[in-house]
């Protein structure tokens, strides 16, 4: 077995060493890797998901929400704390009886393939959601709308079924296309965005990046001081957190909560926190033994401690939830928190009839922080002697069980550890789907199966009332009973966390999480 | 041989019938709804249905089934149901990145496997060998994920070197392919190693030392090419899931894959994307095996095709 190796062994050698130096020659040739080649009037924006679609009037996911707002405008839309101003409309008015509403349009816009931006331009778009028989999302917002008539060149005017109070908060999630694009691309639209937004669509690589250019006609001539906007799909948290290093990214959202201590002693970066319309809870199942008893619900709101869930479950960002809604909701009234009380949650166990506790299962899905926050109610909750079985399911299979019980009788949920945010920030939309008896699944999320005759009543009267100041006073006693009657276990409300680098202005995150680069300015 | 390609090849389409059909049963037998699951959580029963009635989602199965298959064969593999985009247009784009990713990945595992392979086997039991092995090992048991983070904060993040992702140059391949082919590289090293070690011991071998042949000529000459065939039929069903896209790679690299794809369109139960990525894989599965076949008859004259 004493063979001359040596020539096997430099063959070998000499192959590996080629195959390197290929690898890394072409390096400095043909340098143009992302960070290098940055303008200075260019900006990336790392984000977590995919984009799933481009077409604004069937987005229904917050990411691709931000992408579509860059682009394009509805006739009215939402500043910084969600509340309503007016867009493509100079100004609205809306009908004593709250049926008729008549916007007046801004006048010498174009969308970015020229076509002008006029009544018609209003109209078409309509026509679109309407005779899209529900396929479209932009459709439930439209569920009320009678019709829509054309009066002049500048003024449009809708009428409604019936007085909707949020319709306002509904127009603004209704982005308008430019009606030569509609015909043009057809269902295609969301793969060719033609808006009149501050920026213009590049280019669109699937699962990698969003490319945005300036609109060099937009209607307000400060707008926008970028010349370009990517996109970037990052779903790895550590990745991204990289990228914000590195400078590839100028701006990340979401970032991890996890890394906001090693970031503050950047002196490149800087860290933003938003207060969210994200709430989190746990519904209980009212309509079911033991939980059809206040006092039984009511001691499980005593017996969890907040301000650990909130440090140990959200890492210390976020806030406990003291009403049925966010802070950042319209028409959001404080109600107190159930404080940590371990001796009047075991007393109400007891005068429930419940003094050693019962079994009872809580539902999530399959995400790792809903785990997380599953198994600390379960820790809290055994306590008063709970014993609860965490089970948490994938998110179509959880649907499914959640949503396909025909009657209140049939359901099998229990708890369900779960989050909500109103679509369109409005008070509505955080009450109707989940506390309303209109909304038991599979007609809603109302998965508390909660029934209370007034609020019933109460939101109905919202809805037909059309002077605010009223509609706060009803909303205050809604959020009131709803609370006292402690349908959900009250968790926290989110706080969004965003990064930056220093030489970034103006671009922020949205209460609803969605992104706004319409100030994004560079230093 | 040419005949025999031909027969092959005729035969993936009822092979492709069949999966289509297990695939079709199989993503709609599981639970949830995508019409619930596009709708929103507002959304109400009426509204539901109607979404079910445009997808077809309201009609028997089988009549669901001829629905798509009628589609299929005017090559229409139709379009997403969360975002009305073409099949085709999603899958088109992301192929050809998770391709050249699986390619190069397979490229360099391949050089690299082999060669560490046939260094180990030659100088077994000396240090070379050990060298080797430890690398394969290392190779192996390195989870990708992990790989993939620990070369982002040194290339990226410490040295600014290679960007920590994206696909936009070639740059972003290497961090990623590297993550990919570690483990394939492993695997081919050992089963190089331990298949030339059985063929050195053989009489052709002995009695080509004997005629005086150089190390050479027997070692890359006669042995390896004799040793290659299990390495071939490992490296094919490596490269076969290489094409399917790694979600943890594609995650940790944004990498625009087939993997995190096909892993979204399940959650969302967006059956039309999960059908034709399913279809894809099982093609190229089929593919690359007949492709194996055809390196066997090559590597071994033995085996023959001829009928």
């Known amino acids: 077995m004493t063979m001359n190796y040596k020539k096997i062994t430099w063959l070998c050698l000499i192959v ?58 509805g006739l ?135 490319i945005l250019k300036k609109n060099p006609d937009y209607w307000d001539s400060n707008y926008p001081k970028v ?13 991204r957190v990289a990228m914000l290093k590195t400078g590839e990214a100028d701006f990340v959202y979401p970032l ?25 809870y746990v519904s209980i199942n009212t309509n079911k033994k033991p939980f059809n008893n206040k006092k039984v619900r009511l001691a499980m709101n005593y017996a969890l401690n907040k301000d650990t869930y909130i440090k140990v479950v959200k890492n210390g960002f976020g806030s406990k939830l003291d009403s049925t809604m966010s802070p950042k909701t319209q028409f959001y009234s404080k109600q107190g928190v159930y404080e940590y009380n371990l001796d009047k949650a075991k007393k109400l166990m007891k005068e429930a009839g419940y003094p050693n506790g019962f079994s009872a299962e809580i539902w999530g899905d399959t995400a790792s922080d809903t785990m997380k926050g599953m198994q600390f109610v379960q820790q809290q909750l055994a306590k008063i002697g709970i014993k ?7 998110q179509g299979t959880l649907s499914n069980e959640i949503y396909s019980p025909k009657t209140p009788d049939q359901a099998k949920v229990q708890l369900w550890y779960v989050s909500w945010s109103p679509s369109s920030g409005d008070a509505d939309g955080a009450t109707r789907s ?78 609803d999480g969605s992104i706004n680069i319409k100030n994004a300015q560079l230093k | 041989m040419g005949k025999y390609v031909i027969k092959r090849i005729i035969g993936i389409i009822p092979l492709l019938v069949v999966v289509s059909f297990i695939v079709f049963l199989f993503i709609h037998l599981i639970p949830g709804d995508p019409a619930r699951l596009i709708a929103g959580k507002e959304a109400t029963v009426k509204e539901i249905q109607a979404i079910r009635h445009e997808l077809h989602l309201d009609e028997p199965i089988f009549q669901q089934y001829l629905i798509y298959m009628d589609g299929l064969l005017h090559g229409d593999f139709g379009e997403s149901i969360k975002s009305h985009i073409p099949v085709m247009h999603l899958i088109g784009e992301r192929m050809l990145p998770s391709i050249e990713l699986s390619l190069l990945s397979m490229g360099w595992a391949l050089v690299f496997g082999i060669l560490i392979g046939v260094l180990s086997a030659v100088f077994k039991n000396r240090w070379p060998d050990y060298g080797g092995m430890v690398t394969a090992v290392s190779g192996i048991s390195l989870p990708n994920f992990w790989l993939g983070l620990v070369m982002i904060q040194l290339f990226s993040v410490q040295l600014g070197w290679l960007p920590t992702g994206g696909a936009d140059s070639w740059k972003g391949y290497i961090m990623p392919s590297i993550a990919l082919g570690a483990g394939i590289m492993a695997m081919i090293a050992r089963f190089t190693r331990s298949s030339l070690v059985q063929t050195l011991k053989e009489d052709f071998i002995r009695t080509g030392r004997s005629r005086g042949l150089s ?45 995190r794809l096909l892993i979204d369109s399940i959650q969302l139960r967006d059956y039309p994307v999960v059908q034709a990525e399913l279809l894809l894989f099982s093609f190229e599965f089929i593919l690359v095996n007949l492709v194996v076949d055809l390196l066997y008859g090559f590597l071994n004259p033995k085996i023959s095709y001829e009928t």
């Open chain 1, 388 to 394: 609860l079985k965490v089970k948490a399911m994938e």
């Open chain 1, 16 to 73: 590996a060493m080629i195959m390197a130096m290929t690898a890394c020659a072409k390096g400095p040739s043909d340098s143009e890797s992302a960070s290098s080649a940055k303008n200075d009037k260019d900006i990336t924006i790392a984000v977590n998901q995919n984009f799933t679609t481009l077409d604004p009037q069937n987005v229904s996911d917050t990411l691709s929400i931000s992408a579509t707002h860059a682009m394009y405008e």
């Open chain 1, 227 to 239: 010349n370009k906007v990517t996109f970037k799909s990052v779903p790895e948290n550590g990745s």
């Open chain 1, 256 to 280: 991890p909560e996890q890394n906001v201590k090693s970031l503050k002693s950047s002196s490149d970066i800087s860290i933003d926190q938003t207060e969210s319309t994200i709430v989190r």
């Open chain 1, 434 to 511: 989940l506390f309303s008896s209109e909304s038991f699944p599979p007609n809603g999320a109302n998965t508390a199966y909660y029934k209370n005759n007034e609020v019933d009543s109460l939101i109905k009267k919202a809805n037909k009332s059309t002077d605010p100041d009223e509609q706060a006073k009803i909303y205050k006693q809604i959020q009131k009973d709803i609370y006292s009657d402690a349908p959900w276990i009250f968790l926290g409300v989110d706080t969004i966390l965003s990064g930056h680098r220093n030489n970034l202005k103006g671009v922020y995150v949205l209460p």
């Open chain 1, 76 to 210: 009215v839309g939402f500043d910084k704390n969600m509340t309503i101003k007016p867009v493509l409309a100079t100004d609205y008015k809306v009908s004593k009886d709250g049926l008729v509403y008549t916007f007046n349009l801004r006048k010498n816009v174009k969308f970015h393939d020229g076509a002008t931006f006029d009544a018609n331009a209003v109209k078409a778009n309509f026509d679109r959601i309407q005779g899209s028989k529900g396929s479209l999302t932009a459709s439930h917002y439209l569920k009320n709308l009678k019709d829509i008539k054309v009066i002049d060149d500048n003024t449009v005017q809708f009428t409604l079924t019936k007085p909707f109070s949020a319709m306002l908060n509904k127009f603004a999630m209704i982005p308008m296309i430019s009606p030569k694009a509609i015909k043009k691309y057809g269902k295609n639209i969301g793969l060719h965005p033609v808006g009149t937004g501050p920026f213009e669509f590049v280019k669109w690589n699937q699962g990698e990046s969003l």
């Open chain 2, 215 to 259: 190390s050479m000529t027997i070692v890359f000459g006669h042995a390896l090419k004799s040793s290659l065939i299990p390495v071939v039929t490992v490296a094919g069903l490596q490269f076969g899931f290489l094409l399917g896209g790694s979600v943890v790679v594609e995650t940790v690299f944004s990498f625009p894959g087939m993997g």
